[in-house]
Nanobody
């Protein structure tokens, strides 16, 4: 199972970016997908998650600015980030709870990070 994230980059404060993440491999089911981030010198933190029945959860710091969505058929999750602030600068990681072929339970998988830099 692999998670491939994309969409990071440099954006000015107040701008927008859209992150994408695609899951691939021998996947039987995906329960939830989400995004975490890690800023320099800080611990990794939850940004947003979305379950298979579209229940969403957001960190307080991004509520009202970020929107998580998913395409179940394509096994993809997206993070629309609006009104970006310098404090949103971090490496963003895609994550997913997946039941893969041959497994006995769901496992958590992580993608490589994509850097988001918010700066003027």
């Amino acid at each position: 199972v692999q998670l491939q994230a994309s969409g990071g980059g440099l954006v000015q404060p107040g701008g927008s970016l859209r992150l994408s993440c695609a899951a691939s491999g021998s996947i039987i089911d995906i329960y939830a997908m989400g995004w975490h981030r890690q800023a320099p010198g800080k611990q990794r933190e939850l940004v947003a998650t979305i379950t298979s029945d579209s229940n969403t959860n957001y960190a307080d710091s991004v509520k009202g600015r970020f929107t998580i969505s998913r395409d179940v058929a394509k096994k993809m999750v997206f993070l629309q980030m609006d009104t970006l602030k310098p404090e949103d600068t971090a490496v963003y990681y895609c994550s997913s709870r997946i039941f893969r072929s041959g497994a006995y339970a769901y496992d958590d998988y992580w993608g490589q990070g994509t850097l988001v830099t918010v700066s003027s």
